[in-house]
């Protein structure tokens, strides 16, 4: 699907083809590059009559590019209605956002319409409030209802609850919510049941006990206190390790097992069944459920984490719209570009670092920018605090000093987010096998992500195409292009790289053509 580049304008001209028309919408716009035609689809809260689509298909040919051998119209019908637009809304969250919404239903959506204008509010967790808040993610809501219904929307979030957590001494206890993956799990031996006749067997790591939910766990009691409710009723703090991680958990006594779990003592093995949930703003806490002996295999070995997919969605850093003067609509065909450039998503990236190392210096600066369908459409960029003095000669060659990242995000923080902007695409750099890959590889190695991508070296395509140029370096290419460039800061570099393999790959087209 390609985007038009003048929305606005142009729906704004099919709505006044007749008065049926003034709540259509664009819904997507379909090429098929291989035959070379267009198919336009809208969506309309009224029925359309024949002979007004046959307006709007009047309209289409004179206003698409002759290029095209045939024009197909499909017009929706869409009815603005509270169920739907839940419908809608729940499983954009839940498909987008999947590491936010644990505790999100679709009753925590109301829907009041005025007139055109839908008023919607959603009920979060408080740190889903906090994550939708900070990253703009009602605006995103509002832009996918907008396009999939007639009406204007307006949103906002408020925080709920999401269950009772029990407060005291729940400090000693909670641990922090990171992104989730795939556990790992380990059979323990010669289990002796306290609260459970059949108790379980095979536990999850510690360390792998990062979402809320359900776990069985076990490992060796490094310290356990004895406390009090409020209305007198004891329970117990039992802290545990498994050499992954150590992890507190609250137990509440039961009448039939309360003097076998007073026996409990420092250096016991014990798998247990408990649950994670979120503790206010300070990440999750362990409530045990069912307490159990066993003994620690002495042979226990941690295996390697398997390593995550990219996140779906954005922490820290989000893209932004291109800022290149080569961006263009879809109605700017460029026939001279082949057709593994037309018919792809490419992300061209530049780093800065503190040295040449991968294996000893760090990424000081990520910048990139996405070239779609031939076309730039988006960039994304950050600073990064490499947690070590620059070198004044790295200053002098890229402008960046120790005050500019003091306060930036570290590489863990943003890894993730740079990984979610390439997505699936091929990853597109100047000497790129060389140097930015190896250092973008060992980060994501390094927080757990996996990295495989497809590469494209502007230098070996240089190279090869352009053999009598005086040198093949990115500011010798920009020139030849005639490309504005503003050497060693990573988002120019990464700007410049990507409308210089623009061009390559046009000469490139244009030599198989000859």
């Not at 003592?265 to 206010?280: A, C, F, L, N, P």
């Not at 066993?294 to 390697?304: L, R």
């Not at 730039?376 to 003095?389: A, C, G, K, R, S």
């Amino acid at each position: 699907m390609l985007k038009i580049g003048n929305k606005s304008a142009f729906v704004s001209d099919v709505s006044m083809l007749d008065e049926s028309l003034s709540s259509i919408k664009v819904h997507k716009i379909e090429i098929d590059r291989e035959n070379m035609t267009i198919k336009y689809t809208f969506i309309s809260d009224k029925t359309i009559v024949d002979t007004v689509k046959n307006k709007i298909l009047d309209y289409l040919e004179k206003e698409t590019p002759k290029i095209f051998k045939s024009i197909f119209l499909d017009i929706k019908k869409v009815v603005t209605d509270a169920e739907l637009i839940v419908n809608a809304l729940y499983a954009f969250v839940k498909n987008n956002y999947p590491s936010v919404s644990m505790w999100f239903e679709k009753s925590d959506v109301t829907v009041n319409e005025l007139g055109a204008t839908v008023f919607y509010t959603i009920s979060l967790a408080p740190d889903a409030k906090e994550y939708f808040d900070k990253n703009g993610i009602i605006s995103v809501i509002n832009e996918h209802l907008f396009s999939n219904f007639c009406s204007t929307f307006i949103g906002d979030t408020k925080k709920k609850a999401v269950g009772k957590v029990f407060e005291e001494n729940a400090s000693e206890i909670y641990v922090n919510a990171i992104e989730s993956f795939s556990a790992r799990t380990y059979d323990v031996l010669e289990v002796v049941g306290i609260d459970e006749k059949e108790p379980p067997i095979t536990a999850t790591y510690i360390v792998d006990a990062t979402d809320a939910g359900n776990y069985v766990l076990a490992g060796t009691i490094s310290s356990i206190r004895e406390k009090e409710t409020k209305t007198g009723k004891p329970f117990y703090i039992i802290d545990f390790s498994d050499t992954t991680a150590k992890i507190g958990g609250l137990y509440f006594t039961k009448k039939n097992t309360i003097e076998k779990v007073k026996q409990l003592t420092v250096g016991q093995d014990i798998i247990i069944r408990g649950k994670m949930s979120y503790y206010g703003d300070k990440g999750l806490s362990l409530t045990i459920d069912k307490i159990n002996l066993c003994k620690f295999p002495e042979d226990f070995t941690i295996k390697e984490r398997p390593k995550k997919d990219a996140p779906c969605y954005y922490s820290f850093i989000k893209p932004e719209k291109a800022t290149s003067l080569k961006v263009k609509s879809i109605f700017d065909m460029n026939d001279t570009l082949p057709s593994d450039v037309l018919n792809s998503t490419i992300v061209s990236v530049d780093i800065e670092t503190t040295g040449t190392n991968a294996l000893s210096d760090r990424i000081t600066e990520i910048g990139a920018v996405k070239i779609e369908n031939g076309k730039i459409t988006e960039q994304w960029t950050t600073l990064i605090n490499p947690q070590v003095p620059l070198s004044s000669e790295i200053t002098n060659i890229t402008g960046i000093d120790d005050e500019m990242l003091k306060d930036k995000p570290l590489i863990k923080d943003v890894i993730g987010d740079f990984l979610c902007f390439v997505g699936d695409a091929k990853l597109l750099g100047h000497n790129l096998i060389e140097f930015d890959a190896k250092f973008l590889s060992k980060a994501s190695k390094d927080n757990n992500y996996k990295f495989n991508y497809e590469y494209v070296d502007t230098l070996v395509l240089a190279r090869k195409l352009l053999p009598s140029l005086k040198n093949h370096k990115l500011n010798t290419l920009a020139e030849k292009f005639e490309i504005e460039f503003r050497h060693h800061r990573a988002l120019s570099d990464a700007y410049a790289t990507a409308e210089v393999f623009l061009e390559l790959k046009k000469i490139q087209e244009k030599l198989k053509k000859d």
